[in-house]
């Protein structure tokens, strides 16, 4: 599924990583000086205290935001430097985003919201719609695919954007808080979903998140605090 | 799904919303539609008028007539094919109170040569010319008010009180148009049957005379070598093709006409804010999902293309709503009865096409318009911002 690279050779590099908020006049630092490798295929959780600006950091490394100073390299390709629109065309053809408020489009079904990163690919449309029920077998709603966001429960909502985030099949899947809405059992749900998706298919994945639980999957866990991460 | 499948899912998110917009760029493009419909049919006599008369009055007014003897130099002036004289009755039916439409003593011999846009069968008007008191109405005329051949009428005026005998005509002809914009409600009746009952001191006298020219390029120059006649006489002349006389005739409301033309303008201007504030509500309302659309790969230019796009479809719904409206509403009610019944200011009461494809482009530009501001402002969101929101 992914491309066969060098062994070793991390899917993010960060160095030197700075991002700085000014409003107002006033400079805010948020990021500091920072470093971090995520290994290919890996599933790395980032955790810190509210602030600590684990987001920030999310955002960076996918492609939604861009350093202060420092360089971010995934997959071999320098993003920091890229123009919007190349940047835009990046994140939909290597990224899938998975959000905490799940961020499907009311008006679309399940289906359909599955369908939508696929609009600004060349795929006719016939495709579109199987590779997006493909997805959606993936999370296992197959029965749900006519229903509209607000008949799916929070955890049946947070599928349908897994499956939207997979649809494009990208490296690398990011995820703040994605069981932040979610009761126990559905978070437990989304987070062996999560896990499948790395073990089974390879997906590189980094999420942020304040539960201990979510943080026990991750192969890895990052600790953020004051824009500097903790060993 | 496609593109723009997803922008018109959109408008079915808040029914009440889109149909309230809808309905208002209908009820906008409607008062457009009727104002510039009674400013373009106030003119529409004048720029139908035939180009090859000339209209001679009385220097000062068209209220003061003109002594009879002028209409014979007329004739003789040079360029002049044809000409003939009418006065103005202003005659009214007792019978029909209520009914305004035009009246007109004419010389029958000459008169129609001069207005061929009236057509009168030729029997009509053989009948006509051999009945000194016979009078000529217009089709529409006579199927309002039930006017039949051979039928007598009899009529009242201010201008010419009756003395002994009312002013009594039969009904020898009924004239049709040539034309759509021609006013079909007149009466026209013999001038010297009026002449003949006048008292000595009101005898001989013509409200104006019109006359053919032989080269209608040559209008201008003919009116003004016809004043030329009556300059060193008692009264002198204005002579101005008809499209100029009625226009002057019609300045006296050119200010109620201004006021139109600025209030059709003024309404779609304010559609237009209101189109902008119901588009700049709904992009508020979606900053999140146009950021996640945003971070999923759409581009700015993506998202400003799905709200002009949504906005094009309101203005093109409004309009097509008020088109809907306007000709039924128009054509069928309000057009019939302004010609049945004002016919003399509304000859012809309907919709210009030219007007109707303004109104419809308008309607459109306008909701592209209206939508400029909220597409620029939903395209520059700052995507990690809109986000944070959400969260
Ligand atoms: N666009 C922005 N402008 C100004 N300050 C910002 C902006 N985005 C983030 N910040 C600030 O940067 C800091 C880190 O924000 P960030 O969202 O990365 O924190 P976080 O670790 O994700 O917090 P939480 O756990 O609450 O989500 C915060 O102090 C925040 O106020
Ligand atoms: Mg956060």
Redesign the interface.
């Known amino acids: 599924m992914n491309e066969v690279s060098p062994a070793g050779e991390p899917l993010i590099r960060l160095r030197g990583i700075t991002k700085e908020y000014t409003r107002g006049g006033e400079t805010l630092r948020v990021l500091e000086n920072l470093d971090l490798d995520v290994a290919r295929g890996s599933f790395e959780a980032l955790m810190g205290p509210s602030g600590s600006g684990k987001s920030t950091l999310l955002n960076l490394l996918a492609g939604l935001d861009a350093p202060t100073q420092g360089t971010v390299e995934v997959d071999g390709k320098r993003i920091d430097q890229m123009s919007e629109g190349k940047l835009a065309s990046w994140r939909s053809n290597h990224v899938g985003f998975v959000f905490q408020s799940y961020n499907l489009l009311p008006v679309l079904t399940a289906v359909e919201n599955v369908e939508l990163p696929l609009l600004l690919t060349p795929v006719a449309s016939s495709e579109r719609r199987k590779r997006a029920e493909t997805a959606l077998r993936v999370v296992g709603l197959t029965d749900r695919m006519g229903h509209y966001p607000r008949q799916l429960s929070g955890g049946q909502e947070q599928r349908v954007a897994i499956a939207r985030a997979i649809v494009n099949d990208p490296l690398l899947i990011v995820a703040d808080e994605p069981t932040g809405d979610l009761d126990r059992a559905s978070a437990d749900d989304i987070l062996r979903l999560l896990e499948t998706l790395n073990r089974d298919l390879g997906k590189t994945i980094v999420i942020v998140t304040h539960d201990p639980a979510a943080a026990e999957r991750a192969r890895i866990t990052h600790h953020l605090d004051k824009g500097k991460l903790r060993a | ?3 723009l499948g ?1 922008a018109a ?2 408008l ?2 808040n029914k009440v919303r889109t149909g309230l917009t809808v309905l208002g760029v209908a009820v906008a493009v409607l008062t457009f539609l009727l104002l510039r419909t009674v400013v373009s049919a106030w003119t529409a006599g004048a720029d139908h008028a035939a180009k090859d008369r000339v209209v001679t009055r009385h220097k000062v007014t068209f209220v003061m007539t003109l002594p009879k003897r002028y209409a014979d130099d007329v004739r003789k002036a040079p360029g002049v094919k044809l000409s003939s004289w009418a006065n103005w009755f202003g005659g009214r039916d007792p019978a029909h109170e209520d009914e305004f439409f035009a009246t007109f003593a004419v010389d029958g011999k000459t008169y129609f040569a001069v207005v061929p846009e009236l057509v009168v069968g030729e029997a009509q008007m053989a009948a006509f010319l051999e009945d000194k008191s016979g009078c000529i109405v217009g089709d529409m005329l006579a199927k309002k008010l039930g006017y039949a051949l051979g039928q007598k009428v009899t009529l009242e005026s201010g201008i010419y009180p009756a003395t002994e005998t009312p002013w009594t005509f039969t009904v020898r002809g009924i004239y049709t148009a040539t034309a759509r914009n021609v006013d079909r409600v007149s009466l026209m009746f013999h001038w010297d049957y009026l002449n003949d009952a006048l008292p000595e001191a009101r005898r001989d006298e013509v409200g104006w005379i019109m006359s053919r020219v032989e080269d209608p390029t040559r209008t201008a120059d003919i009116g003004a070598g016809i004043d030329q006649l009556f300059d060193e006489r008692d009264i002198q002349t204005l002579s101005q093709d008809e499209h100029t006389f009625l226009k002057s005739f019609m300045a006296g409301f050119s200010a109620v006409l201004t006021a139109f033309d600025i209030i059709s303008v003024v309404i779609l201007a304010i559609m237009t804010l209101i189109l902008g504030n119901t588009i700049a509500m709904g992009v508020r309302e979606r900053t ?2 146009f950021a ?9 230019k993506h998202i400003a293309v799905f709200i002009l796009s949504e906005a094009v479809t309101l203005g093109l719904l409004g309009g097509a709503l008020g088109l809907v409206i306007a000709f039924p509403l128009v054509e069928g009610l309000l057009g019939r009865w302004l010609e049945e019944n004002m016919g003399a200011i509304f000859p012809f009461f309907r919709l210009p096409l030219p007007v109707v494809g303004l109104a419809f482009a308008l309607s459109v530009a306008l909701g592209v318009l209206a939508s400029l501001l909220p597409a620029r402002t939903a395209a520059r969101i700052k ?2 911002e809109a ?2 929101r ?2």
């Open positions: 799904m496609t593109f997803l899912k959109n079915g998110r999140s999902e996640t659309m945003r971070a999923i790969g759409f581009l700015p995507v990690t986000l944070r959400v969260a």
